[in-house]
């Protein structure tokens, strides 16, 4: 059976209205500011059972909010619309203008917590460039959908309340960004997109998450801790970031895929190479002649998680990922890092 988008609402409207409202208090509820970019937790189809051609990015943030009431259990709740787009729109300028927001609302003393809803596709870039960008032990959450809000048991309301909970909630600080999707608790710094259409697929392979939401509480497996190789990078006086390619490794490779990366304007350049971010001996030479040319060259692994090692040839990425190795490298020549300096943000514990 269809359902129009109003109606959906309006259900889910009349049905939060009939739910108990707990006793007021005197005591003041944590503010909480949302900001709004898009993605599929915005997101609307003229079907309820359409997951995949829906329109992410489609519903203004006064609508997600009137969807959870519950929210102004745990908060106080404003929200903001920063962008209302697919997370492949969201450019170096959003992210600039979100990590400048973010540290302004948590540098006023009355502020909690910050959530940002986003689209899940690229939701990890995000969340990571705001890990290395934010100064502040208050809570950041971004969160998501994978089934956009007219879509039979969507996702979204839950995790969007579950992200309000954990930014109101003081054992939530000191952890760096974090990421909550499916009741799961992730850092940013970690935590990566795996299945393209699953409600599980955030994952954190190998440090795992950091808790898990039971019946509406954050419960958290550890004490506050930090990743061993973030980095502060001060944005403020950022309007842009310099331009940094991923060029996707395999057998044959042409190595003037490099050259065509830094004629079209790159900066530098991240290779998603096999295995411990490996490629043929022809790449080797030419990434070589790249790096003594002055253009930083950093060796991420298409493989979806482990280690890469600093190589005589070029910088390793150490536990990131590509995309997250992207954006690092980004900071780090903004922030005008010579190649030692470069390789030192990659891996520190070296
Ligand atoms: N499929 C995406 C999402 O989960 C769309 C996007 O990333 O904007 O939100």
Not at 76 to 91: A, D, F, H, L, R
Not at 155 to 172: F, H, Q
Not at 187 to 216: C, E, I, M, R
Not at 235 to 262: G, T
Request: cysteine-free; hydrophobic content about 40%.
């Amino acid at each position: 059976m269809k359902r129009t988008l109003l109606s959906a609402l309006l259900t889910g409207v009349l049905v939060y209205a009939a739910t108990p409202v707990s006793a007021a208090t005197d005591t003041v509820k944590p503010a909480i500011t949302i900001l709004a970019t898009g993605g599929t937790i915005a997101g609307s189809s003229a079907s309820n059972t359409d997951t995949t051609d829906y329109k992410a990015g489609s519903l203004g943030i006064d609508v997600l909010m009137k969807a959870v009431p519950e929210m102004n259990d745990v908060a106080t709740v404003k929200g903001e619309q920063i962008s209302n787009t697919i997370s492949g729109n969201i450019s170096s300028s959003i992210l600039l203008t979100l990590s400048k927001r973010i540290n302004g609302l948590l540098g006023s003393e009355g502020q909690q917590g910050v959530v940002i809803t986003h689209g899940t596709d690229t939701i990890e870039e995000t969340a990571f460039f705001l890990d290395l960008t934010v100064k502040s032990d208050k809570p950041v959450v971004l969160v998501g959908a994978m089934r956009p809000a007219t879509a039979i048991s969507a996702d979204g309301p839950m995790n969007l309340l579950e992200a309000v909970t954990l930014a109101a909630d003081s054992k939530a600080q000191k952890r760096g960004v974090m990421v909550v999707l499916n009741d799961r608790i992730g850092s940013a710094f970690y935590t990566s997109k795996t299945n393209s259409t699953t409600l599980d697929t955030f994952k954190a392979y190998d440090p795992g998450y950091l808790g898990v939401f039971v019946s509406g509480k954050p419960k958290f497996y550890f004490t506050p801790a930090q990743p061993v190789d973030r980095n502060f990078f001060d944005v403020s006086k950022l309007n842009d970031l310099p331009p940094v390619e991923i060029l996707y490794s395999y057998q044959d490779q042409l190595p003037a895929m490099l050259d065509a990366a830094v004629q079209s304007g790159a900066k530098g350049i991240v290779i998603a190479g096999s295995g411990n971010g490996n490629v043929s001996s022809k790449m080797e030479q030419a990434i070589k002649q790249l790096s003594e040319k002055g253009v930083p060259v950093v060796m991420s692994a298409r493989t979806g998680s482990g280690y890469v090692s600093t190589k005589s040839f070029a910088i390793g990425a150490g536990f990131l990922n590509p995309q997250k190795s992207r954006i690092l490298l980004q900071l780090a020549l903004a922030s005008g890092a010579d190649l030692k300096q470069t390789a030192q943000y990659f891996d520190s514990q070296r």
